[in-house]
């Protein structure tokens, strides 16, 4: 059973940053695409950021390049995404998902293995 636990949001001011987590466990990591996606209330979920499993391929959306970076640690089973200079419009439920196929820009139906979810909040 796979199973993708994220943690890192919270609540934080515009101009902040915070650092997401995601650990899978039950599938073979560094076979993966790892994603980061967002979903703020009544809005459609998007993709935020993508990483290829040997990490050496990136897809930003436009919305963050410059701001968030993706990344993983193979040997944690982790994925990670940096958020720095944080902006109310940033404010969504985030969610980690795996995908066995690399797409740039991603596919969102690629993605098989999702996590909950962790919220971030951003003040004005």
């Known amino acids: 059973q796979v199973q993708a636990v994220e943690s890192g949001g919270g609540l934080v001011q515009a101009g902040g940053s915070l650092r997401l987590s995601c650990t899978v466990s039950?599938?073979?990591?560094?076979?993966?695409?790892m994603g980061w996606f967002r979903q703020a209330p009544g809005k459609e979920r998007e993709a935020v950021a993508c990483?290829?499993?040997?990490?050496?391929?990136?897809y930003y959306a436009d919305s963050v390049k410059g701001r968030f970076t993706i990344s993983r640690d193979n040997a944690k089973n982790t994925a990670y995404m940096q958020m720095n200079s944080l902006k109310p419009e940033d404010t969504a439920m985030y969610y980690c998902a795996a995908s066995s196929i690399w797409r740039s820009p991603p596919y969102t139906p690629d993605f098989h293995y999702w996590g909950q979810g962790t919220q971030v909040t951003v003040s004005s």
């Open positions: 990483i290829k499993w040997s990490g050496g391929l990136t």
């Open positions: 039950g599938l073979t990591f560094d076979d993966y695409t």
